[in-house]
């Protein structure tokens, strides 16, 4: 599967980015995703992920503001992101992998094996 993310762009603290991810292929229903960032000089970080059920988990960073969510008969999972913070700042990755299990999920990026390009997204205070 390929994973287009898009969306990014410069935002004002306290405002709002949905961040839609696109997907090739006929399997999508069938993938775990998830979204992860980095920031200038520091390493790739969890963000949020999704089960092929609907099951997710936020990272406490940002556990309230953000939101992950699919639409398989679009091929597309979303991070919809409000009440930015400059430190929400980074290129932000979508990511998956095919699971067998309708509830598994993961904040691990080594378990995904495919990986969007990376959408930016900058907080100004």
């Known amino acids: 599967v390929q994973l287009q993310a898009s969306g990014g762009g410069s935002v004002q603290a306290g405002g709002s980015l949905r961040l839609p991810c696109a997907a090739s292929g006929r399997t999508f229903y069938a993938y775990v995703l998830g979204w992860f960032r980095q920031a200038p000089g520091k390493e790739r970080e969890f963000v949020a992920t999704?089960?092929?059920?609907?099951?997710?988990t936020y990272a406490d960073s940002v556990k309230g503001r953000f939101t992950i969510s699919r639409d398989n008969a679009k091929n597309t999972v979303y991070l919809q992101m409000n009440s930015l913070k400059p430190e929400d700042t980074a290129l932000y990755y979508c990511?998956?992998?095919?699971?067998?299990?309708?509830?598994?999920?993961?904040?691990?990026?080594?378990?995904?094996?495919?990986w969007g390009q990376g959408t930016q997204v900058t907080v100004s205070s």
């Open positions: 999704i089960s092929r059920s609907g099951g997710t």
């Open positions: 990511a998956g992998f095919y699971s067998g299990s309708a509830s598994y999920i993961a904040t691990s990026e080594g378990e995904y094996n495919y």
